[in-house]
């Protein structure tokens, strides 16, 4: 018999809210890139190869960037990984307002 006991592991559940409200805000990135994509594509002109790029990249990066913040912080302290998932939601907003801003300063190159 040995003096020693096994560490417990630390509780899941924590991990799990942290990642699943920072989620619904990168959620939320994602369906309004999408709506912003649809009501661009359903317009009159429709948008090009290069307009299909851009927004359909506004949509694929925020899944991209919470898997990458979850990825790197998931082993880590909670407050650890919230605040990788902000940073990740941080740089998401900001894609998202480039985003924005080209389409108004240089939509018309993304028409069809």
Do not use: H, K
Request: aromatic share 16%; no cysteine; hydrophobic share 65%.
């Amino acid at each position: 018999m040995s003096d020693t006991t096994a560490a417990r592991p630390a509780p899941t559940w924590p991990t799990a809210t942290v990642a699943g409200a920072f989620g619904l805000l990168y959620a939320y990135f994602v369906w309004n890139a999408l709506a912003f994509l649809i009501s661009q594509a359903t317009g009159v002109l429709g948008i090009n190869g290069y307009g299909w790029f851009v927004l359909l990249s506004a949509v694929v990066f925020p899944i991209v960037a919470f898997a990458a913040a979850f990825a790197v912080a998931r082993r880590r302290r909670t407050w650890e990984l919230g605040a990788a998932l902000f940073a990740g939601l941080a740089l998401t907003a900001v894609f998202w307002l480039d985003v924005v801003a080209y389409a108004a300063v240089f939509g018309a190159g993304m028409l069809g």
